[in-house]
Every structure is written in C-alpha cells, then in structure tokens.
C-alpha cells in the first residue's frame, strides 16, 4: 500500500498543542514531568518531530526543546522580555536594522514549532504592512541583504512569499535574500518545488539558515529536504543554541555538526543562550561552552566548526565567545 503523502500544511494544522497527549505519545506521564500549567507561550510541535524522540526517556533532547516545564515560569534576575534589543532596532513596524549592510524582516508571529528558549517570544508582533518597509529599505544604499525571520517565514504560503521576493528584488542595491527557518528541521514537508522556484527565480542571491540543535533532529526525511535547498543552488548554513540537557556535551555537538555536513549543510554559528524571561533552566555557563569549543576544534576540521558567539544588544555585530 503506497503510504499517503500529506502536506505542509496538513502537518501543520495537526501539530500537537496539548502537553498531555505529547507525554502520552512518547510514553511518559504527568507525574514524570512537572508541566507548566498556564504559559502565554504554548506547546506546539509537529508530530513528525515527535516521532524521532526516544520513547520512554525523560531526557530525550527533543523533548527537552518543547515540552513546557515548571522551571520557565520562575523570574530569574538578569533574564528579561528582550533579551537582544529587538524593540530598539525597529525602524518601521516589522523591520529590524541592527547590523551594517543588513536589515531583519519580521514576517509573522507564527512558528511550526514553539522552542521553549525562544528570544521572540514575548516580541510585540504587528500586522506587517509591507509599503513602509521597501519604502525604508528602499531609502538606504548601504542596505545589501534582507533577512526574513519571524516567528518563521516559511509557515507563510509560497505566493506571498514569491511576491515579497519579487518586491525586494526590484530594488538595486540588495545582494542577497537569507531566511532564518526551523521548518526544514522540524517539517521537512515544507521543501517543495514551488520553495524552490521563487527563492531562486530573482537576482537575489539566496541563502537559508536553518536551525538544528541535535543530530538526533535529523532523518533522512530532513536531509532530503537539506539536499533539496542545495540541490538548487541555495546555500545552507545552520546556527545552533547551546542548551543545558539538550547539547551542552561535545559529543552531541561534533555528531551534530558531521551529520550536517553529511546532508551539504554548513555550520555557521552556536550561540550562548539569549536571556530571555523563561529559558534560565536551559543556560550553559560561558566557561563551559568555551571548553566544547575547544574540543570540537580537535575533533573536527575548521569549516565543520561553528563560530560561539553571544548576541549584545545594542552592539554592531554578533560577539564571539572565545
């Protein structure tokens, strides 16, 4: 029997939203777990993501990374609602412009999956209006590249996107489109061809960074999708967060790293958690991830070595952790 393929969008629509049946699936009880019972910030995960947890571990990595826990509702000093000055930095409603050269666009609020440790979680988002932003963008030369991050641009329809595209390449000065996705991790589906078509169909030179924090994240259902990006010419780079009880070993980071590469995925950075309200349970201390990075230099060869860095607000580009 041919198994039936269903959409991203199918997939999408019945992502898990109820912790309880989440431990049920991958056979764990409430009484295991200490749940956060009313977080702003719900569950959602994907149930093809659900399906790669280890059955029965308390600790599986995945898990660690959705599952909403008493710990993220205690107020600890120093972790706050904006942890990288992102209401500083925007300029028009939806648009980010921290760094020279290149400007985040905030596409939507909506993600395919809701990462416990999210910095944007408690972000101001707005119906994005698009005519101030190209009007913005449009107005600064020195501007070359565009960012679609969000939440995640690709829970956006390919025909508003390939419309934004078209939007942006109209204008002289920009170089290059990047998207900053979970989804070909967390919901491989949503490479399809029509992705493809418009991300490559502009002058826009593209560039797609996804985010995976665990080898055990990748299937081969997800490097398929990876290989697809590749495949037509986009380059892919990762970026990763350091998380207590999910990556905080050298090991779990190298074999990260290697399956990557294996899949035409370049690592790019692994960032010092963000201090935002909720995530303190997952900090690793500076010291700590100076050591892992010691250790994936002597195990792996430099281009499959990504840049610790830790993200100031404020500051003109990201600071590396060394």
């Given at each position: 029997m041919i198994p039936e393929i269903r959409s991203w969008q199918y997939e999408l629509r019945h992502a898990i939203n109820?912790?309880?049946e989440l431990l049920e699936l991958v056979g764990l009880s409430n009484s295991e777990l200490r749940l956060a019972r009313q977080t702003k910030f719900k569950l959602k995960v994907p149930r093809g993501y659900v399906a790669r947890m280890a059955y029965g571990d308390i600790n599986d990595p995945l898990l660690r990374q959705v599952l909403p826990l008493i710990d993220e509702t205690e107020k600890i000093q120093g972790f706050n609602l904006d942890p990288v000055g992102d209401f500083a930095a925007e300029k028009v409603p939806g648009l980010l412009h921290k760094y020279h050269g290149r400007v985040l666009l905030v596409t939507t609020a909506a993600c395919a999956i809701h990462c416990r440790y999210c910095f944007r979680q408690h972000f101001d988002y707005k119906a994005l209006d698009?005519?101030?932003?190209?009007?913005?963008?449009?107005?600064?030369?020195?501007i070359t590249e565009v960012i679609?991050?969000?939440?995640?641009?690709?829970?956006?329809?390919?025909?508003?996107?390939?419309?934004?595209a078209f939007s942006l390449s109209k204008i002289p000065h920009l170089k290059r489109l990047r998207l900053h996705t979970r989804l070909p991790i967390v919901l491989p589906e949503r490479v399809t061809d029509e992705l493809l078509d418009w991300l490559t169909a502009?002058?826009?030179?593209?560039?797609?960074v996804v985010h995976s924090n665990h080898a055990n994240e990748i299937d081969k259902q997800v490097c398929l999708a990876l290989e697809k990006l590749a495949d037509a010419g986009i380059t892919v780079l990762n970026q990763s967060v350091l998380l207590r009880g999910v990556n905080d070993n050298a090991s779990d980071l190298i074999e990260l790293n290697e399956k990557l590469f294996s899949c035409r995925v370049l690592p790019y950075y692994l960032h010092v958690?963000?201090?935002?309200?909720?995530?303190?349970?997952?900090?690793?201390a500076a010291e700590?991830?100076?050591?892992?990075?010691?250790?994936?230099?002597?195990?792996?060869?430099?281009?499959?070595?990504?840049?610790?860095?830790?993200?100031?607000?404020?500051?003109?580009?990201?600071?590396p952790v060394t």
């Open positions: 109820n912790p309880l698009i005519k101030p932003i190209l009007d913005e963008i449009s107005s600064d030369n020195s679609l991050s969000g939440g995640d641009p690709l829970n956006i329809i390919d025909s508003r996107l390939s419309e934004l502009t002058n826009l030179q593209p560039v797609v958690l963000d201090k935002v309200q909720g995530a303190a349970h997952f900090e690793v700590t991830a100076v050591a892992l990075l010691e250790q994936m230099r002597k195990a792996l060869p430099g281009y499959l070595v990504p840049r610790l860095v830790r993200e100031v607000a404020g500051m003109e580009f990201k600071s």
